[in-house]
């Protein structure tokens, strides 16, 4: 099947949880958007990539619409899993599948239509950039931890899936390298929808969309005025960083650690 390129996704306005309507005209995700969605727990952040996900058309308890390319999408693309293009990956992500890593992206590659067996391993080299646990080929995908699962999610949907719209739903809290993750997406020209509670990560984001009583309340587009709060972020980040890897590795943090600017 041919996928129509995408363009443009359109999200229109549904309600709150009153009822009232949302305060938004429409909001526009491009390829190599990046968007974080934020707000207190229960607020709606995992409703609203939902409705993404599955193109609600005003059939979900939020009521909002979405389009794609300006109109409603193709009915296949509801239907069809292969010819979706988004993907989504939350904090929930588990495989029950009892196939070896490598095994497990054949299957994905060949449903998806792909023959080329070079794929698989440039999957996992990629998904090896985002985790600090090494995934190795012949691993059976049930015994991979938390974090080299979502790492390999993410591969898998820039690689494999290869969709331009990715749903992250608070994937940070497993451990996975979110700078590299945001870096790479933005390279490979993503459309991205990070649900956070993370500062550097909707720091990063160019577009800051917030939720409350399950409605957007704002959509805040900082262009550039936060520099200094990212480079303050970094740098604390980069502490945190290094404070948890000794930890991990079993050390001592006797001294203050050395300042690492990046
Ligand atoms: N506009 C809405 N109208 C009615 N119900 C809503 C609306 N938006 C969200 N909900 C419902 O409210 C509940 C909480 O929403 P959701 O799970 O999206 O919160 P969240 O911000 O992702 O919370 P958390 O940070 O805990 O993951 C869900 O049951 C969801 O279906
Ligand atoms: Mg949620």
Request: charge should be neutral; charged fraction near 25%; include cysteine.
């Amino acid at each position: 099947m041919i996928r129509e390129t995408i363009r443009e996704i359109t999200i229109l306005p549904g309600q709150n949880r009153k009822g009232t309507k949302e305060v938004f005209d429409k909001i526009h995700i491009r390829p190599g958007d990046t968007l974080s969605i934020v707000g207190p727990t229960g607020s709606g952040k995992s409703a609203f990539i939902n409705d993404i996900e599955i193109f609600a058309n005003r059939d979900t308890v939020t009521g909002r619409q979405v389009l794609v390319n300006g109109k409603l999408p193709p009915e296949h693309y509801v239907r069809d899993p292969a010819a979706k293009p988004v993907s989504l990956i939350t904090q929930n992500t588990r495989c029950l599948c009892d196939l070896n890593v490598s095994d497990f992206l054949r299957m994905h590659l060949l449903s998806r239509g792909h023959m080329k067996e070079s794929c698989i391993q440039e999957t996992i080299n990629l998904a090896n950039q985002f985790t600090g646990e090494p995934i190795v080929s012949y691993v059976r995908m049930t015994s991979l931890s938390g974090g080299q699962t979502r790492s390999l999610m993410v591969a898998d949907a820039i690689l494999i899936s290869n969709t331009p719209i990715i749903l992250l739903d608070e994937v940070e809290n497993a451990g996975i390298f979110k700078e590299k993750v945001i870096e790479t997406l933005r390279q490979h020209h993503k459309a991205l929808l990070f649900v956070t509670h993370d500062p550097l990560v909707s720091l990063l984001s160019d577009r800051r969309i917030v939720m409350q009583d399950g409605a957007v309340s704002k959509v805040i587009e900082p262009n550039g005025v936060e520099e200094h709060a990212i480079r303050q972020m970094l740098h604390m980040d980069g502490i945190i960083g290094q404070m948890r890897e000794m930890i991990r590795a079993g050390e001592l943090v006797t001294a203050p650690l050395p300042v690492s600017y990046r």
